[in-house]
């Protein structure tokens, strides 16, 4: 009995892995993801990260059209994990920003309090 069962049950498993479904859901999380990048002012021409997330988003885009889901899969959760670096950077260099921009008033502001 077992003999028997074995055989197709991994036939089974292989047709199962075979068949990846449709990353439907991945491909909407990357979109939101680019989209709320570029909702903060990022522009691919500036930002490597987001070059890179909008190439792979359409690649995925294309292997999806052609039915290679695992691939299309892929392809976008690179690209949703590239949105987000983009964002972190930018969001790192405005926190930067500030920072620099505050060391200036407190350096300012002592100023003023030494030479009272």
Known sequence: MINRTLPLL????LTACA?????????????????QTKSLGVVSEQSASLHQAEEKFAQAQVAMQDGEHKQARLLAEQAELD??????EHLNAKGREQLTELNQRIGRLRQQLGAM
């Open 83 to 88: 949105a987000r670096l983009a964002e972190a």
């Open 19 to 35: 068949s990846d479904p449709a990353p439907i859901e991945q491909m909407r999380l990357t979109e939101q993801a680019l989209a």
């Open 10 to 13: 991994l036939a089974l498993g």
